[in-house]
């Protein structure tokens, strides 16, 4: 008993370090909060200096910006929490946009077929990631890097670098991309969202195949040990990370009415620094979808700020990266001193 | 006797809430190999760090040869004399003998180039110093050394300058017997030239070996401070752990064995080891013995599918067992513990219930949904009943002593009510409380019926705790010792079949 108090005693003390230690520690246990602290602070800021910050209008296309590309962090930070990186979902995106009109513009198939192919093909870049990096065990960072290339290079080259035009797509599949949904006044890409978010969070929190997503990113020999099948749990993850990344493209040349071979060269970066602001860590076995997804409003959030204010589009980059700068230090000062 | 080198004085060190050290006073002298003892957390850890330079005391003092020293940095304590041998090896391994030795006077007096002939030529000399038996190069890269011979370059490095004390925190843990006696040669030979020795181990009976004077600590105080030849092992338990360990084993089973529960027949794994056969009967634990490197590990993993078997035959309960991987075995109802607790043992960075409840989610599960409640109550199931110490189970591992992070880890396998357990160096880096609890349930899932299989390097607890060991050497089995024939002599003898017959 007496050596029960004092453990207790032990972890009370190790709490007891220095304010500054003590807020990081905080910091690190809630980051969620700490990110919507913010976006509630910079919204609030922004609220004061211009008149149109607080309309339906602004806030709608603060969604819309970070919509699509919020379904492509949902399969980053799964990737991250297992320990990997995947650098080929700009390029999926816009392979799958590009097949996917290309078939119904010049192949004149059925736009609802033509996407589940080019949903198909973007799966089957997931696959080959995940079959590289597990079964010939090669870095995820290299090979993610080859298959983005790759990607890239077969969207130029189905669409000759140019970007088809889609203006006779049939208004069901428009409604996908911009339709807004009657009575509530929202865009339905947005209730896709919302729902989808709310969906992978709870099972990020609760299923137990993406448990094991984290028991890998933590230790992938312990899990192995502990009879995870890891190269499944592995290659599971890119090929999520790619269908989202797929849908996000059927989504976006339903958004665009057409489909640009240039498209989202940004996202992986884009998604990262979401999921990494959000609490995710490169190391793995860290990170919440909730997270990210604050991540990607918060980046959002920065973005028309800036645009509001009328500064340069130029600063946004700059601006963007400082902050991943800032969120990742903090991450870093929090978490040395634990061990 | 010579006056002493190094002296602490009422050195006493706060961590938060916990006193790591109380008003310590100990000194050294020369010539001498001093041990100081005491269960994970006592205190000897922290007291080396201050002696080092890693910690600063709160109160109290640090003498150097009569004069008041205040040791800043691990750099100062260099300077001053002091050399500390970590744990953990911590040279670069890419690089040669000779550039890790003089790494901290490479660029003495704003010289741009490295001198390798001069350093080369002085490794050489240092080296010369020690016993041939570590044969090194000082152009070799550190990589291609062995852990003994690391563990050398790392003492010449911590030797180098003009050092008068040398700190060695568990210099073992790593080496086999061969290279621990290597190791004592070197300490005599050091010892011989007047240097003060400070020892820092877990092994009792080594201590015996190489120990002039053992200091105990205990929950930060000094228990006390004797010739080594002057304190029996029970006292020294007893002082160790600050009450009487008289069952430090469990006794043997008594009773009859029962039906065989896991056959092994001529199993092999190229390249590795070959033609292991034999039985494992309800009731008993069957111990493994022989050198680091014999290819006990590696029969523990190929019998339960972590390795593809190249030949030979594994029986449960009389049915053949063909394991495409270690789920396989799980689902046969055949656990294996990893030696390396750390690094394949634990999810560090996740809380107790994660930890206990990974290899089995389904059983906390509702339609593929964790649910929160049933694991955290199958956690504290086992948190009760292995007496693992934490604030809750959500607690993280990471800030779990070593013993409790070893029960969170057998708790883990006990999950799935394993038919047999494979238990790989299960007593490793932790304290003797914590082993003897280990011991003790080991014989009660003996009792119960399970068959249990301890690997272990530590010769007294496999002559403590096992009813049959089996001995092996460079792959091969050479022999199987039962009842009053399981020694010390005896497994050594087999273990080192070669040394002794050659």
């Known amino acids: 008993m007496s050596e029960q108090k004092q453990t207790e005693a032990e972890v009370q003390g190790a709490a007891k370090v220095s304010g500054f230690r003590r807020g990081l520690r905080g910091f690190q246990g809630f980051r969620e909060g700490t990110t919507i602290l913010i976006i509630v602070a910079l919204g609030f800021a922004m609220s004061l200096l211009s008149p149109y910050f607080l309309t339906g209008d602004n806030f709608r296309n603060l969604f819309m910006l970070f919509a699509i590309n919020g379904f492509v962090a949902i399969g980053m930070t799964l990737v991250l929490i297992s320990g990997g990186i995947d650098l080929s979902v700009g390029s999926i995106v816009a392979l799958v946009g590009v097949i996917t009109g290309s078939l119904f513009f010049n192949a004149k198939m059925n736009i609802w077929l033509a996407s589940v192919i ?23 960072f290299i090979t993610t890097l080859g298959m983005m290339q790759v990607a890239r290079g077969a969207t130029f080259v189905i669409s000759a670098a140019m970007p088809i035009p889609l203006q006779s797509i049939p208004p069901a599949f428009k409604f996908l991309g911009r339709g807004i949904i009657p009575g509530i006044g929202v865009p339905f890409v947005i209730v896709l969202f919302i729902v989808s978010a709310v969906i992978f969070d709870f099972l990020s929190r609760r299923s137990t195949s993406i448990r094991k997503i ?19 749990v592995r290659i599971g993850v890119y090929v999520l990370s790619a269908v989202v990344a797929s849908v996000a493209g059927v989504l976006t040349i339903a958004r665009f009415n057409s489909a640009t071979p240039y498209y989202g060269d940004t996202i992986a970066f884009e998604t990262i620094s979401a999921a990494v602001i959000g609490g995710a ?59 | 006797m010579d006056p002493a080198i190094l002296e602490v004085r009422n050195v006493s060190k706060r961590f938060g809430a916990t006193q790591a050290l109380a008003d310590i006073n100990l000194s050294f002298a020369p010539g001498k190999v001093h041990a100081i003892i005491g269960e994970n957390g006592a205190g000897k850890s922290t007291l080396m760090n201050i002696v080092g330079g890693v910690h600063q005391a709160d109160a109290g003092e640090v003498v150097l040869e009569g004069r008041p020293v205040h040791i800043r940095n691990p750099h100062d304590a260099l300077l001053m004399g002091i050399g500390f041998v970590h744990q953990e090896i911590a040279l670069c391994q890419h690089i040669s003998v000779a550039e890790n030795i003089h790494m901290r006077s490479l660029d003495e007096g704003g010289r741009p180039l ?15 110093d020690f016993d041939t038996h570590a044969h090194i190069n000082p152009k070799q890269k550190v990589a291609e050394l062995s852990v003994s011979q690391q563990q050398v370059v790392e003492i010449i490095k911590a030797l180098s300058g003009n050092c008068k004390v040398l700190i060695l925190d568990e210099p073992t843990a790593a080496l086999t017997q061969s290279e621990t006696e290597v190791l004592f040669r070197i300490l005599n030979t050091l010892k011989a030239k007047g240097l003060v020795i400070i020892y820092i181990s877990h092994r009792l009976a080594e201590i015996y070996q190489i120990a002039d004077t053992i200091s105990v600590l205990r929950d930060g105080r000094l228990i006390g401070t004797r010739p080594a030849g002057e304190i029996d092992q029970l006292e020294l338990v007893h002082m160790m752990v600050g009450r009487e360990l008289t069952d430090i084993y469990p006794e043997k089973a008594r009773q009859e064995l029962g039906e065989t529960l ?33 290819g006990r590990t590696e029969v523990a993993r190929t019998i339960c599918g972590l390795y593809r078997k190249s030949a030979g035959e594994v029986r449960l309960k009389g049915r053949p067992l063909e394991l495409a991987s270690y789920r396989d075995a799980i689902a046969q109802g055949l656990v294996y513990l990893t030696e390396n607790r750390a690094s394949e043992g634990l999810f560090l960075e996740m809380n107790v219930a994660n930890n206990i409840s990974v290899i089995d989610l389904d059983a906390v599960a509702r339609y593929k949904l964790i649910q929160r409640r049933a694991e955290h109550s199958l956690a504290r199931r086992f948190v009760t009943e292995m007496q693992i110490k934490v604030t809750g189970v959500l607690q993280r591992l990471r800030s779990l002593s070593g013993g409790n992070q070893q029960k969170v880890l057998v708790s883990k396998l006990l999950t799935v009510s394993p038919k047999v357990v494979i238990m790989d160096e299960p007593t490793r880096g932790i304290d003797i409380g914590a082993k003897t609890q280990i011991y003790h349930l080991l014989r009660r899932l003996a009792t119960e019926g399970v068959g249990v299989i301890m690997i272990s390097s530590e010769l007294p607890e496999v002559v403590g705790l096992c009813d049959r060991v089996l001995v092996m050497y460079e792959g091969r089995q050479c022999g199987m010792l039962a009842g009053s024939e399981i020694n010390e002599k005896s497994i050594i003898q087999l273990a080192c079949l070669r040394e002794y017959t050659s």
């Not at chain 1, 909730?290 to 600063?315: E, R």
């Not at chain 2, 001529?266 to 069957?286: T, Y």
């Open chain 2, 114 to 128: 490295v001198a390798f002939k001069e350093i080369n030529r002085a490794t050489r000399d240092l080296l010369a």
């Open chain 1, 118 to 140: 080019g949903i198909l093909f973007g799966t089957l870049c997931g696959f080959i990631n995940g079959f590289f990096i597990t079964r010939v065990g090669l870095s995820a």
């Open chain 1, 281 to 339: 860590s490169l190391n793995g076995g860290e990170g919440t979808i909730l997270g990210a997804m604050l991540g990607m409003a918060l980046l959002a959030l920065i973005q028309t700020s800036l645009n509001l204010l009328d500064v340069s589009p130029y600063w946004q980059n700059l601006v963007t990266g400082l902050i991943l700068l800032a969120a990742v230090s903090l991450d870093f000062l929090s978490h040395r001193k634990r061990a």
């Open chain 2, 262 to 294: 896991l056959e092994v027949e001529d199993l092999a794994l190229e390249g590795v080891f070959s033609g292991i056969s034999f039985a494992l009967r309800r009731g008993e634990i069957l111990g493994f013995a022989g050198l680091v490197g014999s």
């Open chain 1, 214 to 232: 984290y028991y890998v990113g933590s230790n992938e020999k312990a899990a192995r040990f502990s009879g995870v099948n890891v190269n499944r």
